[in-house]
């Protein structure tokens, strides 16, 4: 299995602009997280699915964020508009159950400029 | 809001010496994880043990679970360069989803 894919690596862009990051799962997982990490703050969850239906978004820092799941194989993290203190590390996750192990994507390095 | 909370923040250990982290929670679990992040990297699970279990191994990994105090500890031994990287405690309560400590820089030299 490839693990779980994220993409694209890594995103610059300008203050304004709408962000998407990609998320495909391991297949046959069931459940889906996106994190965020900062030096600052560490690592926060920020939403997760279970059976493509979110859970909970209570990390969702505010209504700038959306995150879809439309189906088993697939994931989006939208950001829109941009600024500069979204600025962090997006990863997203994948377990059989919710409450067991999780399995990490590479990441992607995210900088609003 | 991070439940667990990792002691101590930093460590700098020789290559061959044991490290040890420990990790401290707050509210009732259902299992706790360890987790490793290598500098740019996401991170990768190490070891799973659930409010049942007391002690753990795999490999050089041993952990210990203690649920009267609300903690946890990673013993890594005969540590190796390649052991450098952040250490990360998970715990799940009701909830299926996991709650990430603030981590533990480890750095083993040679």
């Known amino acids: 299995d490839a693990g779980v894919i994220q993409s694209p690596r890594h995103e610059v862009t300008e203050m304004g602009q709408e962000v998407t990051l990609r998320c495909k799962p391991i297949?046959?997982?069931?459940?889906l997280f996106w994190y965020r990490q900062t030096m600052m703050r560490g690592l926060e969850l920020l939403i997760y699915?279970?059976?493509?239906?979110?859970?909970?978004d209570s990390g969702m820092p505010e209504d700038r964020f959306s995150a879809k799941m439309p189906n088993a194989s697939f994931s989006t993290l939208k950001i829109q508009p941009s600024e500069p203190r979204d600025s962090a590390v997006y990863f997203c996750?994948?377990?059989?159950?919710?409450?067991?192990?999780?399995?990490f994507g590479p990441g992607t390095r995210l900088l609003v400029l | 809001s991070q439940q667990g909370e990792e002691d101590p923040q930093a460590l700098s250990i020789q290559e061959g010496e044991n490290a040890t982290m420990n990790c401290s929670y707050k509210?009732?679990?259902?299992?706790l994880q360890w987790y490793r992040q290598n500098s740019g990297r996401g991170l990768v699970h190490l070891i799973l043990?659930?409010?049942?279990?007391r002690e753990k191994h795999s490999g050089r990994l041993r952990v210990t679970l203690d649920t009267s105090k609300k903690s946890s500890s990673l013993l890594i031994t005969a540590s190796r360069a390649a052991d450098t990287a952040s250490y990360f405690c998970?715990?799940?309560?009701?909830?299926?989803?996991?709650?990430f400590g603030t981590g533990t820089r480890l750095q083993v030299t040679l």
């Open positions: 996750a994948s377990s059989l159950d919710g409450k067991e192990t999780q399995y």
């Open positions: 297949s046959g997982h069931n459940s």
């Open positions: 699915f279970n059976n493509n239906v979110p859970i909970d």
């Open positions: 509210t009732s679990i259902n299992n």
């Open positions: 043990i659930r409010s049942n279990e």
């Open positions: 998970a715990t799940t309560g009701t909830a299926s989803k996991l709650t």
